[in-house]
């Protein structure tokens, strides 16, 4: 398939899905069917008309899952789902599916369609702005307050709740919550320790010396297997555009997607520096040393092909793939096929940012189609409350005290054995349980020891800690009346990957962004971004 054929293909799913929403599928505790799950015998069911289960109402929220490998287990290992049941005497439906992909948006949108619309939904920015301009989502007020959710409260202040997350700034009401997120997200690229060593080479510190280790690793048999079968570098653009994943931009100042540099606000894909980076990649790509299937292929594939070893550096934002000590970590699953493999932890740019502060992108919104029943709505927000209490989330976190873990006061224990056996053997399904919430125990006071924490590791966590950081923008913002985000970024993405792919020259660039600064709003977005900032009260230019 030519280049246009393939962006054609992945744009139509993408115009056609609605960008960024959480999918559906069907059955309860479901997978996506691409996932390779069954349909639950009894088939899908409409959950907005009350369906009971045993006298029980039904609870249906719509997730995702963030790894392939993740999925729960049957029902009568999912403590989870039996606590949750009990303390609310409901029937817990957890809909999952591969990722935040345009997959599940298409199946989303099919059932909403139909008037059968999940009780809470877990959406992307973009998306939940597409439904708000469509009318489809309800108003979650009454909902929503630390006296009615004192747990989750703990996490978010009410001023990002309702002012900064709120999709119009100018309204009281609220359409979404944000979800909770990690200020600072541990994310850092690895690169095999193993095939430096064997070819001589130390740790690339600027683009040169990483662009040669990709090199070498793609041309210098690293494994020595004497097969030219392995690359430098990977990454999954999922069909669309040139992902952050690239040092490129990095190496040529860009230090973000959306953040403050100088008092000034920088916009990644509005940016005169991103002709540079395209010829970069560019080069790149030319010398062979890129996995070629970067642009088509999706989600974690990229991780998986550095776990099979055919793949030598990658840009992780999970936090633990460079963790021996986490069984289903990246190092770990490695070092199961390959002993000797060994990942580093590095900032391919030494000393310049490659990521913002995070502001929290996911949030949970309501349909007025599941709002007609109210009293399934309050429930399903008092269930999300609990998740964020520390009965909850230790539940959800560490498992069953006195079985995944001990406590003595603050300190939580983790206990390996039972925790492997009962948990990570099995699918890791805890984690689909911690998307409602971020890996800080702090937040409530709790320390966490894991006895099978390395050395390594806490050198590797130290070294992620110690990357600098550009500074988030403040608050969420939201394009103005009459600007087009989707068609921006449709000619922002295919102009980068047609560049990337050799497709258009690198200049097409600046043509580009004055196309889309001047005749499709950009300078209106960039203005109304600067205001609401503003109205956040961070100082700006």
């Known amino acids: 398939m030519s280049f246009m054929g393939m962006y054609k293909f992945a744009w139509t799913v993408l115009i056609a899905t609605l960008v960024l929403v959480i999918g559906a599928a069907s059955g309860c505790s479901r997978q996506s069917d691409t996932s390779g799950s069954s349909p639950d015998q009894d088939g899908a069911e409409s959950k907005t008309g009350g369906a009971h289960n045993g006298g029980r109402e039904t609870i249906e929220i719509f997730s995702y899952n963030s790894n392939t490998g993740n999925r729960l287990p049957p029902e009568d290992e999912d403590f989870v789902k039996r606590t949750i049941e009990e303390k609310f005497d409901v029937k ?10 345009t997959e599940r948006y298409k199946k989303l949108d099919v059932r909403l369609a139909s008037n059968d619309s999940p009780d809470l939904i877990l959406s992307g920015g973009i998306q939940a702005l597409e439904y708000k301009k469509n009318g489809i989502l309800a108003d979650i007020n009454e909902f929503v307050s630390p006296e009615k959710m004192p747990n989750y409260f703990r996490w978010m202040t009410p001023d990002v709740v309702f002012k900064r997350f709120a999709l119009d700034k100018s309204k009281t009401e609220i359409q979404r919550i944000p979800i909770p997120v ?10 095999r320790q193993d095939w430096l060593d064997t070819l001589g080479l130390k740790v690339p510190s600027n683009l040169d010396e990483f662009m040669k280790a990709a090199h070498a690793f793609t041309f210098g048999d690293p494994d020595g297997n004497g097969i030219n079968d392995t690359y430098g570098f990977s990454l999954s653009a999922n069909g669309v555009g040139t992902s952050f994943d690239w040092p490129q931009f ?3 100042g860009i230090e973000g997607t959306l953040y403050m540099k100088n008092n000034a606000l920088v916009h990644f894909q509005m940016d005169v520096r991103t002709e540079a980076v395209l010829r970069d990649i560019r080069k790149m790509i030319e010398d062979g040393s890129v ?9 974690t594939a990229h991780i998986e092909k550095a776990i099979q070893g055919k793949v030598g550096i990658i840009r992780d934002t999970s936090g633990t793939f460079g963790l021996e000590s986490v069984p289903a970590s990246g190092a770990s699953r490695s070092k199961q096929i390959y002993p000797g493999a060994s990942w580093t932890a590095f900032n391919p740019n030494e000393g310049v940012p490659f990521y913002q502060e995070s502001l929290p992108s996911f949030g949970v919104i309501v349909t007025k189609t599941a709002a007609r029943n109210s009293e399934k709505v309050r429930k399903s927000f008092e269930i999300l409350d609990y998740l964020s209490s520390e009965e909850g989330y230790l539940l959800t ?8 873990y001990t406590r003595s006061g603050n300190v939580i224990t983790i206990l390996p054995g039972n925790v492997k056996k009962d948990i990570e053997d099995k699918g890791n399904w805890l984690a689909l349980y911690q998307v409602f919430n971020q890996d800080e125990p702090q937040t409530i006071g709790l320390e966490v020891v894991d006895p099978r924490v390395t050395d390594k590791d806490r050198e590797t966590i130290k070294k992620i800690k110690s990357y600098p950081i550009s500074d988030s923008i403040g608050t969420n913002v939201a394009p103005p009346e009459g600007v087009d985000l989707k068609a921006q970024a449709m000619l922002e993405n295919e102009t980068m990957a047609k560049i990337a792919l050799g497709e258009l020259p690198p200049e097409q660039w600046r043509k580009t962004l004055d196309t889309i600064m001047s005749e499709m709003g950009g300078k209106a977005l960039l203005e109304s971004y600067v205001e609401q900032i503003k109205a956040a009260g961070v100082i700006i230019k």
């Not at 996995?291 to 989600?299: C, E, H, S, T």
């Not at 976190?397 to 995944?404: A, D, M, P, R, S």
């Open 397 to 404: 976190h560490y498992g069953i005290e006195g079985v995944h």
């Open 291 to 299: 996995d070629p299937n970067w642009f088509l292929q999706k989600g």
């Open 182 to 191: 990690m200020r600072r997200p541990q994310v850092s690229y690895f690169i």
């Open 92 to 101: 817990l439906i957890l809909t999952y599916d591969v990722g935040e992909g």
């Open 250 to 252: 990095a190496a040529n």
